[in-house]
T-cell receptor, first 114, second 112 residues
Framework: DAGVIQSPRHEVTEMGQEVTLRCKPI?????LFWYRQTMMRGLELLIY????????DSGMPEDRFSAKMPNASFSTLKIQPSEPRDSAVYFCASSGLGSYNEQFFGPGTRLTVL | RKEVEQDPGPFNVPEGATVAFNCTYS??????FFWYRQDCRKEPKLLMSVYSSGNEDGRFTAQLNRASQYISLLIRDSKLSDSATYLCVVNRAHFGNEKLTFGTGTRLTIIP
């Protein structure tokens, strides 16, 4: 079975540009999570969805960040406009059959904003 | 104060040695606890859950002290393949494991 799939794996962009990160969770999983990892702050939960509905977005740093989950097999995290401080690795994770189960992480998207 | 604090290391340990990591958390209402492992430039993966009574999985032993808000991980007979960053993780949710807070990790290098 395929794990969590993220694209692109690497993204380099210039300040002010729009960035869209994509995630395909494991089939059948009903929770989807977006995380950001930096050296200084570690791994931080940005937002999570249950059955495609956003449940908690309190970790989203500011209005420049938005996330959507139009269906059970696809989610996006968008940054508009991007800033150099957004440079980080962004992970998507999913868990299934209720949230007590293990979260499986995708390989991450390494974002560099110049 | 950070919600989850870990010694960042690095810990450089000879192969075969025993190594212990510690972690403290600030939210006394935290419900469940985990250790994750992250290899260099890879995604985090669940190593083990941590139960109040302590639990063991092969060479790995995890312990929780709720009164002191302290979690530990012990690795016995360390292998080269144990080299990784170990993340202490605390769940803030009352139901389910959806609100995980990660420590910044302890880096371990096993030396041949």
């Amino acid at each position: 079975d395929a794990g969590v799939i993220q694209s692109p794996r690497h993204e380099v962009t210039e300040m002010g540009q729009e960035v869209t990160l994509r995630c395909k969770p494991i089939s059948g999983h009903d929770y989807l999570f977006w995380y950001r990892q930096t050296m200084m702050r570690g791994l931080e939960l940005l937002i999570y969805f249950n059955n495609n509905v956003p449940i908690d977005d309190s970790g989203m740093p500011e209005d420049r960040f938005s996330a959507k989950m139009p269906n059970a097999s696809f989610s996006t995290l968008k940054i508009q406009p991007s800033e150099p401080r957004d440079s980080a690795v962004y992970f998507c994770a999913s868990s299934g059959l209720g949230s007590y189960n293990e979260q499986f992480f995708g390989p991450g998207t390494r974002l560099t904003v110049l | 104060r950070k919600e989850v604090e870990q010694d960042p290391g690095p810990f450089n340990v000879p192969e075969g040695a025993t190594v212990a990591f510690n972690c403290t958390y600030s939210n006394s209402a935290s419900q469940s606890f985990f250790w994750y492992r992250q290899d260099c430039r890879k995604e985090p993966k669940l190593l083990m859950s941590v139960y109040s009574s302590g639990n063991e999985d092969g060479r790995f032993t995890a312990q929780l002290n709720r009164a002191s808000q302290y979690i530990s991980l012990l690795i016995r007979d360390s292998k080269l393949s144990d080299s990784a960053t170990y993340l202490c993780v605390v769940n803030r949710a009352h139901f389910g494991n959806e609100k995980l807070t990660f420590g910044t990790g302890t880096r371990l290098t096993i030396i041949p």
